[in-house]
Each structure stands twice: as structure tokens, then as C-alpha cells.
């Protein structure tokens, strides 16, 4: 499969597209005289990625989090999760695949998973809704929430998603009450819940699952309460861009620290998350089993106490 190219990163593009044929060249002659030559290619390529991510501005990020290579829900639960066995349906209308969730093992202990799926390609991707969960989703998601608490498992949730599914049929089931009862059922959990953002967290269609005890985002991901698109349109009725807007609205993980809104940031390999899926997999499994122990020994009402403690404070910040 080809890969993926965002505009700031046309200069790698061009510089993997020699190596590329000067590997093919070699390969050819099979003299060995151009190796050399192809990893003094490679080492630049590699400088340049890394000083392309190292200042990339909030819109930018914004694709980047968007990438359709970044490690996905499943990819998640396929390196971190041993014995998944997935729950379907929230026993009221249907099964969301754009919010899939289960049962499993994150290093011999046994928890309860979840996360938004956005899919890779055509078939999946409609299969998962582009990532859009409807209100069967949430409802399956406190479902989850509620099957935790009866067992006394720890909840792990990765959010990925642009929004909420906005549609009639969404909209006519109720996802506004779904979000909102999903939300509640995060912040009043008996049990210890830590949320990832892993790419976009969008509007409430993230906050239904991100209302954990901890709170992480990784290097590139973004969290807002919609798309810089949407705010371009809705704010500047079009007036300037999605670029301006995404700089103006703080989404980037390292705005949001300062804020308070996450606790922290993962590291993404040099590239993105993208680049190395294996390595960003095992990153995010370090950190999920060090913030877990942090919260393990803390009773209900701890749990509860501390998390209230943690979302009044976003915002507060100087305040008397």
C-alpha cells in the first residue's frame, strides 16, 4: 500500500521516493556501489521528520491526528489486550461498531475496554461509520461501565472520534440523553477509569467515554469541542479557515495540559504515532499499567472524589 503523505511532509515524500529508486537501481546492478549513498538518503529523511514534528503547529497536528495510519481502536486491543472478547449491542435498538468495547486481560488483570473505530478502508470504514457512534453506542458503553462496576473491573477507553453520528436516526434516538447519561456514568464509576485520546477527540462524542480518573492524550492527538471546520463555519460563518480556527481553539495536547483538560502527554515516535505503530502500542501500554497503579488502592468514593476534584478544576485556574 502506498503510503500516506501530509502536505508539510512532501520533502520526506520526496526524499523516501529516491531511496525508493535508488534501492530498485541497486537492487538491479546488485553491485553494492550506491548504498552508501542510500543511507546518507535515509539519515536525511530521518532529520527532516524529526524536525518537521518537532514545530508543528495546531493544524498540522490536526491532520496528523487524523492520519488514516495512526494505530487504531483495534490495533490497541490486539498489542495491550490478551483474551478480548467483545460485547455487541446495547439491548435496546442495535449494535455500534463505531464504538466497540469487551471484556479482557491488560497484563493478567482482567478489565473492561472500549474505544471509537473509525476503520481503514472503504468497507470498514462504512462498517464503523468513519469513527460517528450513534446513541447505541453510548448505551452500549454504560452497559460496559455498569458490568465493570458489578465485577469490579477497571475501565480503559480510548477515544478517536470527530463527533458524535449527527444524523436523523441518531438524532431521533436520543444521542444528545445517550452522551449525556454516558458522561454521568464516567464521572460516578466505583471503579478506576483511564481515557486515552489517541487521534481526534471530538465534542461530546468523546467526552461520553473521556471522563476518567485519568485523563492522557498522545503527542499529536487533538481535544475540542468540535471540529476547527465545524468552528470556522458556525463562528466565522466561513470567513476565514479550519487552519486559523484550529490555532485559535487551544486543541493541542500540549494547550490542553496547561489547562489542566488531560494529565499527560505520550510521546509519539519521531513522525507520528503512524510511523512506528508497534512502538506507539507498547508506549501507551507503559503508561496505561503506571497511571492504573496510581488509582488501584483507591476505594469508590475516592474514585468519585477525585475525579470530581478533577473536572471542576479545568477553568478555575487563578480563581478565587
Wanted: overall charge negative.
Amino acid at each position: 500500500m502506498a503510503a500516506h503523505y501530509l502536505e508539510f511532509e512532501r520533502p520526506i515524500a520526496d526524499l523516501e521516493a529516491k531511496i525508493e529508486e535508488l534501492s530498485k537501481l541497486s537492487e538491479t546492478t546488485g553491485s553494492g556501489t550506491l548504498d552508501a549513498e542510500i543511507e546518507a538518503l535515509r539519515a536525511r529523511a530521518q532529520e527532516v521528520r524529526r524536525q518537521a514534528y518537532s514545530k508543528l503547529d495546531a493544524w498540522q497536528k490536526t491532520q496528523v491526528a487524523r492520519h488514516p495510519d495512526r494505530p487504531h481502536f483495534i490495533d490497541y486491543v490486539g498489542g495491550l489486550i490478551d483474551e478480548f472478547v467483545e460485547l455487541r449491542g446495547d439491548r435496546k435498538f442495535a449494535d455500534d461498531q463505531a464504538l466497540i468495547g469487551g471484556l479482557g486481560r491488560f497484563r493478567g488483570q482482567p478489565v473492561v475496554v472500549m474505544g471509537h473505530e473509525k476503520g481503514r478502508d472503504t468497507v470498514s470504514r462504512v462498517k464503523h461509520n468513519f469513527g460517528y457512534a450513534r446513541p447505541e453506542g453510548y448505551r452500549k458503553a454504560i452497559r460496559l461501565m455498569e458490568l465493570a462496576e458489578r465485577f469490579n473491573l477497571p475501565v480503559i477507553s480510548f477515544v478517536d472520534t470527530p463527533a458524535a453520528y449527527p444524523g436523523v436516526g441518531s438524532e431521533e434516538r436520543g444521542v444528545a440523553e445517550a452522551i449525556a447519561r454516558s458522561t454521568e456514568k464516567s464521572l460516578m464509576l466505583e471503579v478506576p477509569m483511564i481515557a486515552i485520546v489517541t487521534g481526534e477527540g471530538g465534542s461530546g462524542g468523546a467526552l461520553g467515554i473521556a471522563c476518567g480518573n485519568r485523563v492522557l492524550i498522545l503527542e499529536h492527538a487533538i481535544y475540542s469541542v468540535i471540529p476547527p471546520e465545524g468552528a470556522n463555519s458556525i463562528l466565522w460563518r466561513g470567513a476565514r479557515t479550519a487552519e486559523e480556527a484550529a490555532k485559535a481553539m487551544k486543541i493541542t495536547a500540549q494547550d490542553l495540559i496547561g489547562m489542566k483538560i488531560v494529565d499527560r502527554i505520550i510521546p509519539e515516535p519521531p513522525g507520528g504515532a503512524h510511523s512506528d505503530k508497534e512502538a506507539m502500542v507498547a508506549a501507551v501500554g507503559e503508561v496505561i499499567a503506571d497511571e492504573l497503579a496510581k488509582i488501584a488502592d483507591m476505594s469508590a468514593e475516592q474514585l468519585k472524589k477525585q475525579r470530581a476534584d478533577r473536572f471542576y478544576a479545568i477553568g478555575r485556574s487563578g480563581l478565587q
